[in-house]
Each structure stands twice: as structure tokens, then as C-alpha cells.
């Protein structure tokens, strides 16, 4: 009889029990908004400063010094020696060593203040920023002569390692801005669009400078100002004179 009336009680309870929703995903939907709450209830104003300071100097860093720096070397690219070419160097230098200081800055903020588990994708990338960041710094200070037998290879180096460094730096502003939005909840999607609007504007002005000594050489911008001819062309100008028995 107690077999049977089991069984009856099984039977009856099993449907009801279908009825009711999962304890374990209810449990984890309830853990979540815990989480959730205990990070905004962690988000003091004085932490919130901190925060959106240590996204300001990794900007200033990565987004605008650096970029800069990369533009004003390119404008060295034709220029072989003299005043001009020492002042843009210099000008490049002191922007990259601003940007390190900068960047260094926010790297001790975020060891001073904040939680530095690495178990997400800005703290990860951020770690691997800094280390090639310093790298790139060591390797502009080595820098070898114009003309020495390792220029070349420091020179490949140094670029390979810059665009990674540049690379990493954008990424990871964008993995901050994601980072920030998750811990507060606030709306980003202004500085992100704002940010990338930013980096398409230099990466365009980038792609315009490998033009720009062509569009100057067809008159294209200086107007109605001559174009003046290269050696090799008065020397086939030259040439083609002496054929024809012409003085040059």
C-alpha cells in the first residue's frame, strides 16, 4: 500500500513541479542583478574621477600625442638633412616622450586604484600596451646613424613595434570605454562615435601626406606656381638638346 500510494503521490507532484521555473537559472538571473547592483553601489564619485582621469591620460596618450608624433615624422620623410629635418625630429621625440609619461601615469593609477585581476579584455590588453609601449621607447632611445649597417633593421623594428604599440593603444580605448560602460551602466556611445570619427580623420590625413609631395609636383594646390623640374628630367631635357645640336 505505502508503494502504491507513493507512486500516486510522484505522479501527481511531478506535473506541478514542471510548472515551476528553474531554481538554477532564477538563482542565476538573482546573482547577476546582485553583481550588477554592488558594482553601481560601488561607483563613488571620487572613484568615478579617477576613473574617467585615468581614460582622459591614456587619450591624450594614444589618441592624440601619438597619432600626432607619427604625422610630423612623415613629414620627414624627404627631407634629408639640415634645420628643418632636426626640428621635426625633435618635435616627434617630445611628443612620444609625452605620451609615455602620460600613459605611464594612467598604468599607475590603475595599479593604484582600481582592481587589477585580468579577467577582461582592457586590463589584458592594457598590460601588453604598456610592456611595447616601453619597448618602442628603448629602441627610439638606441637609435643608430644615418648610414650604419643597422639602421635598417632598427628601422624595421622600430616601425613594426610602433604600429603594434598604436594598434593596442586604440584597441584598448575602445575596451576602456566598454569596461566603463559595464562598471557604471552609463551611455558611451557618444565617445565612442566621437573617438572614432577622431582616429578616421588621422588615419586619412595619414594616407594624404604619401600624396601630398605628388599633388604639390602637378600644381594641384600651389595653384598657378610652376612645377619645377627634377635633375632627371633636365638631364634627358639635356640629353634630347645635344641630339639636336641645341646648347642646353
Not at 14 to 34: D, K
Not at 62 to 81: C, D, H, T, W, Y
Not at 140 to 151: T, W
Request: with cysteine; net charge positive.
Amino acid at each position: 500500500m505505502l508503494s502504491i500510494s507513493s507512486q500516486k503521490l510522484v505522479a501527481f507532484a511531478f506535473p506541478v513541479l514542471n510548472l515551476l521555473p528553474p531554481v538554477s537559472s532564477s538563482h542565476e538571473h538573482a546573482t547577476s542583478q546582485r553583481l550588477q547592483l554592488s558594482n553601481v553601489q560601488k561607483m563613488t564619485p571620487q572613484l568615478s574621477f579617477e576613473i574617467k582621469f585615468h581614460g582622459f591620460l591614456l587619450w591624450a596618450s594614444v589618441g592624440f600625442l601619438m597619432p600626432v608624433a607619427i604625422l610630423i615624422k612623415r613629414m620627414s620623410n624627404r627631407e634629408q638633412s639640415g634645420r628643418r629635418l632636426r626640428i621635426i625630429f625633435y618635435i616627434h621625440a617630445i611628443a612620444q616622450v609625452l605620451a609615455v609619461l602620460l600613459a605611464t601615469a594612467g598604468a599607475v593609477m590603475s595599479i593604484k586604484y582600481f582592481d587589477n585581476s585580468f579577467n577582461n579584455y582592457h586590463q589584458r590588453i592594457g598590460l601588453a600596451f604598456y610592456i611595447l609601449m616601453w619597448l618602442q621607447a628603448l629602441v627610439g632611445i638606441v637609435r643608430p646613424k644615418r648610414g650604419s649597417k643597422s639602421r635598417s633593421i632598427w628601422f624595421l623594428f622600430h616601425w613594426i613595434v610602433g604600429i603594434a604599440v598604436s594598434l593596442l593603444g586604440v584597441i584598448n580605448i575602445y575596451t576602456g570605454l566598454e569596461a566603463y560602460h559595464k562598471r557604471t551602466s552609463k551611455n558611451v556611445s557618444i565617445w565612442t562615435i566621437i573617438f572614432t570619427v577622431e582616429m578616421s580623420l588621422i588615419f586619412f590625413l595619414y594616407l594624404l601626406q604619401e600624396k601630398w609631395h605628388y599633388i604639390q609636383k602637378q600644381g594641384a594646390v600651389l595653384g598657378n606656381k610652376p612645377v619645377q623640374p627634377t635633375d632627371q628630367e633636365m638631364s634627358s631635357t639635356c640629353s634630347q638638346k645635344e641630339v639636336s645640336s641645341e646648347p642646353c
